[in-house]
């Protein structure tokens, strides 16, 4: 998709994600049409970007380990990520590294977003940029995860565990320690 050139181009953009993604960053419409400054947006899509990696490693633990849902939900909630924390948790829960293109839009993005959360101006044209980034990054990263433990983290997430059952807290402490997480 092309890089929006005005609001209205940003929320014809948001208009043509999939329904998982809109559902996922639905207060985005709102912040747009209020015409705040892109900076509001691009704080608001950071923390669902945030909520959606939280509830990737959540569920992917979850599923994959069996562990205890309440504890892991705990640990998850608690873990202080950095930008390569977070990557090296998905390694250590998915065996698998994160694509090198999803990485360069989230990177993009990131610097116009740490650009306006320090205080610096940043312009209109990398503000549309970073959004378009952004939504490039939730699909990709919800057709990435898809692929590697089939579910979707841009999105519902119900029923994403199936049936399995969960095993007691004491063998979950052990796993979510073996993973690198910080368990008390």
Avoid at 46 to 60: I, W
Avoid at 121 to 141: L, M, N, P, S
């Amino acid at each position: 998709m092309a890089i929006p050139h005005n609001y209205k181009a940003v929320l014809d953009l948001f208009d043509k994600q999939p329904d998982e993604i809109k559902w996922h960053f639905e207060n985005f419409a709102d912040l747009i049409s209020r015409t705040l400054p892109y900076d509001v947006a691009i704080a608001y899509l950071f923390s669902r970007v945030e909520y959606a990696h939280r509830s990737t490693l959540y569920c992917g633990i979850t599923k994959r380990y069996a562990t205890d849902a309440i504890l892991t939900q705990e640990i998850i909630t608690s873990q202080h990520f950095t930008r390569k924390g977070f990557r090296t948790a998905f390694q250590a829960v998915f065996g698998e590294t994160i694509q090198a293109p999803l990485l360069q839009l989230i990177k993009s993005a990131e610097k116009v977003r740490d650009t306006g959360m320090h205080g610096v101006v940043t312009t209109e044209k990398d503000g549309r940029q970073a959004i378009h980034d952004i939504f490039q990054y939730a699909t990709g990263f919800n057709n990435f995860v898809e692929g590697v433990a089939r579910f979707r983290p841009f999105g519902k997430l119900k029923g994403f565990k199936g049936r399995k059952q969960s095993i007691d807290n004491a063998s979950s402490r052990l796993i979510l320690k073996g993973l690198g997480f910080s368990v008390r």
